[in-house]
């Protein structure tokens, strides 16, 4: 059985990060994927300034197969069932699109540490100061492994945030987002910019963006709900409102989201040598951006490790406390009082609102109170306005939460 310092489960961002700081610092690690890479990662592609500065300074510069066409990003658009659209440029210049299939795998070979891929995470054990990680590979062959530190960066689904809490789905409200692919006749939505409906009869998460000569429409709900249906309906939405013309679409996926623990300071960071980081800990910003807070708090649960092997000290305790810097910057990306009297997010809405008329603000904040009573069912608002008087009185988000 092969021993070694850390084994890493998943081989996207948060792992990437984790990775590289690990092996910097001299550990053997070797990163886990159940599927072949390079692989296919469902996502919009749209890294925030933060992210791309992250992956520039650790990773170095992007090569061209990183990145989708158009190859940048200015900045959202919101748009209102009011008709007012609203578009704001990303601090500090345009952004890069990226090509998550290429950049991931680009991102995790620069950490250097040892790949397996088409290797599944499938359980673990303590033993002492070991754990004994089960991994089973395509023809259904067991694999395990010995290390001192278990990380899991496998996403919303997270199979290591199960094995040490089974009851952890349960727990919290599951979320479908699905995209179709169009060829397009006419789209006047500005391609340069990421596209987002604030519009409860649409769906909880509706967007559209353009990439590589298609237009992409996509549509979150919550678990059961009709995704034809649902997506069907934005089509037509952005036809009659936005003058969009589009062909049938000709490629279509999905997949389920853990959207809610970073709005409610509910984050999972593990248990013992186990460490959960990158969306499978709950990191998601506003809009669903999850690659700079996947990339930081990956590379912050590399950092606790090697500072728990410097101090000989509990790698969970080193965890919560470095972790609490970016559990503040994303959760502050949901908190009313930041997001009124700050400015948590990485574009600035409050100047494109004063930007607009008297009638058309009242519009707006009207039409985005309207939308927010879409998530009322989730009983999310008073768990968020704990977490903000929290953060008022403490100049952070306390831990007592995190599981
Ligand atoms: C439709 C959509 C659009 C999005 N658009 C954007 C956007 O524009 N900008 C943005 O910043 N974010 C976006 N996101 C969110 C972003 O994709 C995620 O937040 C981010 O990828 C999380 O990174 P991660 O490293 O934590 O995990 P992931 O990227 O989810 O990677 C997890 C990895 O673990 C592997 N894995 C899973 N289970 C196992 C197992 N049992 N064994 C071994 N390996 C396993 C997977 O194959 C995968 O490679 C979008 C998400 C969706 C669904």
Known sequence: MRSVDAIIVGASLAGAATAKRLVDAGFETIIIDKKALPRHKICSGILSPRGYRFLLENFGPLPRET?????WCRGVTFHFPSMVSMSMDFFGGTTPHLHRKYADYWAVKRSQAEIHDQTSFVGLTQQNDKIIVTTRRPDGEEVQYTTRYLIGADGPSSHVTRAIYPDYPKQIPWFFVGQKFHDIIDCPLDHEYFHFWFHPNLGHYTWSHARDGRQIVGVGFKKGDNFNKKHQNVVNYLTDKH???LQPATELEGCAENFGPSLINRYVFGKGNVLITGQAAG???????????????????????????VRNRSVQD????????????????WNPLKIIFAKPHEADFPAA????SWK???????DILRFVMLYKEFKWGRQIARASMERLLHARYLGKRWL
Do not use: W
Request: glycine letters at 6%; charged letters at 25%.
């Open 360 to 366: 058309e603000r009242r519009l707006v904040v009207r």
């Open 318 to 333: 080193i965890y919560r406390q470095m972790i609490v810097s970016e559990v503040r910057r994303t959760t502050d990306q």
């Open 243 to 245: 003058h969009v013309k």
């Open 283 to 309: 990191f998601l910003n506003m809009i669903g951006e999850g690659m700079s807070c996947a990339l930081h708090s990956g590379a912050i649960a590399g950092e606790a490790i090697i500072e728990a092997k």
């Open 67 to 71: 990145l989708h066409d158009p190859t």
């Open 353 to 356: 609102l004063m930007a607009l």
